[in-house]
Protein backbone atom coordinates (compact mmCIF):
# COMPACT_ATOMS: atom_id res chain seq x y z
CA UNK A 1 0.00 0.00 0.00
CA UNK A 2 1.91 3.36 -1.16
CA UNK A 3 0.50 6.29 0.50
CA UNK A 4 3.56 8.53 -1.38
CA UNK A 5 7.02 9.20 -0.20
CA UNK A 6 7.67 11.65 2.79
CA UNK A 7 9.28 14.82 1.29
CA UNK A 8 12.54 15.74 2.12
CA UNK A 9 13.44 12.45 3.61
CA UNK A 10 15.66 11.16 0.51
CA UNK A 11 16.72 7.91 2.67
CA UNK A 12 16.44 5.74 -0.43
CA UNK A 13 18.73 8.07 -2.24
CA UNK A 14 21.47 7.18 0.35
CA UNK A 15 21.34 4.14 1.61
CA UNK A 16 20.90 1.24 -0.83
CA UNK A 17 23.60 1.12 -3.46
CA UNK A 18 22.15 1.62 -7.37
CA UNK A 19 24.30 -0.39 -9.53
CA UNK A 20 22.77 1.46 -13.19
CA UNK A 21 23.46 4.66 -14.55
CA UNK A 22 22.38 7.79 -13.09
CA UNK A 23 23.24 10.90 -15.09
CA UNK A 24 26.55 12.16 -12.70
CA UNK A 25 26.88 9.06 -11.54
CA UNK A 26 27.10 6.52 -14.70
CA UNK A 27 28.59 3.58 -12.49
CA UNK A 28 26.32 3.80 -10.02
CA UNK A 29 26.29 4.70 -6.66
CA UNK A 30 27.66 2.78 -3.53
CA UNK A 31 25.79 2.32 -0.41
CA UNK A 32 26.07 5.17 1.68
CA UNK A 33 26.58 7.81 -0.75
CA UNK A 34 24.33 10.62 -1.58
CA UNK A 35 23.50 10.36 -4.66
CA UNK A 36 24.21 13.06 -7.08
CA UNK A 37 20.75 13.96 -8.50
CA UNK A 38 19.52 14.29 -4.63
CA UNK A 39 19.07 18.08 -4.06
CA UNK A 40 19.29 20.35 -1.13
CA UNK A 41 15.68 19.17 0.07
CA UNK A 42 16.41 15.98 -0.49
CA UNK A 43 14.14 15.56 -3.17
CA UNK A 44 14.88 13.56 -6.62
CA UNK A 45 16.01 15.96 -9.44
CA UNK A 46 15.14 13.15 -11.68
CA UNK A 47 11.56 12.54 -10.41
CA UNK A 48 9.35 11.94 -13.47
CA UNK A 49 12.72 12.07 -15.70
CA UNK A 50 12.82 9.15 -18.07
CA UNK A 51 16.74 9.17 -17.17
CA UNK A 52 15.68 8.18 -13.91
CA UNK A 53 16.50 4.57 -13.20
CA UNK A 54 14.01 2.02 -13.03
CA UNK A 55 15.03 0.75 -9.55
CA UNK A 56 14.01 4.19 -8.37
CA UNK A 57 11.23 4.78 -10.36
CA UNK A 58 9.78 0.80 -8.88
CA UNK A 59 10.51 2.40 -5.49
CA UNK A 60 7.02 2.86 -3.52
CA UNK A 61 6.65 3.71 0.25
CA UNK A 62 6.11 1.22 2.79
CA UNK A 63 5.48 1.75 6.32
CA UNK A 64 7.33 -1.09 7.20
CA UNK A 65 10.72 -0.20 5.02
CA UNK A 66 10.14 3.97 5.89
CA UNK A 67 8.97 4.07 9.29
CA UNK A 68 7.71 7.04 10.98
CA UNK A 69 10.74 9.49 10.11
CA UNK A 70 13.80 9.80 7.75
CA UNK A 71 16.42 8.27 10.26
CA UNK A 72 14.50 5.12 10.99
CA UNK A 73 14.39 4.71 6.99
CA UNK A 74 18.15 5.45 6.83
CA UNK A 75 18.35 2.41 9.75
CA UNK A 76 16.15 -0.07 7.93
CA UNK A 77 17.59 0.54 3.96
CA UNK A 78 20.73 0.41 5.67
CA UNK A 79 19.97 -2.88 7.65
CA UNK A 80 18.61 -4.32 4.46
CA UNK A 81 21.12 -3.18 2.37
CA UNK A 82 24.03 -4.95 4.83
CA UNK A 83 22.17 -7.98 5.16
CA UNK A 84 21.70 -8.40 1.12
CA UNK A 85 25.23 -7.67 -0.47
Known amino acids: MSEGCRAG ?3 CCIAPS ?3 YIPGMPAGKPAGVRC ?13 D ?3 PSVCTRFNFDPSVCGEHRDEALA ?5 EQSTC
Not at 38 to 48: A, Q, S
Not at 76 to 80: H, K
Open 9 to 11: CGA
Open 18 to 20: ISS
Open 36 to 48: VQLDEHNLCRLFG
Open 50 to 52: PSR
Open 76 to 80: TLTWL
